[in-house]
């Protein structure tokens, strides 16, 4: 599907942080649609299928410059192309993964990753009987490389994935701060401490299950609990 790069916002920096995330999901459903060699769509289909009100949706939209045709709807491909090209989409950026247990092996095999614009270039781990292996990274197999190889591996790369145990993280993140990385994504238990100018960000599944249950639990009829119960 063509991609039209209409340039990005001036102030990056004003786009807040829910729009910023709910961006790529405007992107995957503009895909499935082009796929579908829809033309155009209304900003209510396209918020539904999002899942975001169509006022959210056209504020989010509105952070990247002026869209859309009142009584026609969004170009999908033009569309598409303008959030593909603020997004980075069309620039893949290199990532190296840390930790290639179950859940780094899934991150670094994930085919979806080319099509956002992200491509596996390194892959480190501390058990050396699996050093010399190679993982299928898309359409490409990537060799891995010990841990006395992160620190050059990192250099070449602009974004840390780590996927090793908690008691390793912060080292490793050090060392992925020590090659230049300014971007790490963590699937570790814990907080990372990185000096100002580094961005994590932290997926903790069972922190993500934690908020499911107590909103479960808070809706359940058959629940103890209630708002502003406070037991002695």
Known sequence: MPLLPPGRPDRVDDVPTATLERLPVYLQVL????????????STDLAERSG?????LRKDLSFLGSFGTR???????????????WLGVMRPLDVIVVGIGNLGQAVASYNGLAGRGFRIVGLIDIDLSRVGESVACG???VRIRPLADLGEAARQAQIG????PGSAAQSVCDRL???????????APGVL???????V??????????????RERRHSPTSPWQPGAVSA
Do not use: M
Not at 161 to 164: F, K, L, R, W, Y
Not at 180 to 186: M, N, P
């Open 201 to 214: 960000r932290r997926i903790d599944v069972g922190v993500e299950l934690q908020i499911l249950a107590f």
């Open 31 to 42: 895909t499935g649609l082009a796929e579908q060699s829809i033309r155009t769509v209304s």
């Open 139 to 141: 359409d490409i197999s």
């Open 193 to 199: 401490r990185v000096p100002q100018g580094v961005e």
């Open 71 to 85: 009584g026609v709807g969004y170009d999908v491909v033009y569309l598409h192309g303008c959030i593909a090209d």
């Open 177 to 187: 701060v020590a090659a230049g990385i300014r971007s790490i994504l963590t699937f």
């Open 161 to 164: 994935v780590i996927a090793t």
């Open 52 to 56: 975001v009100t169509a006022a959210k």
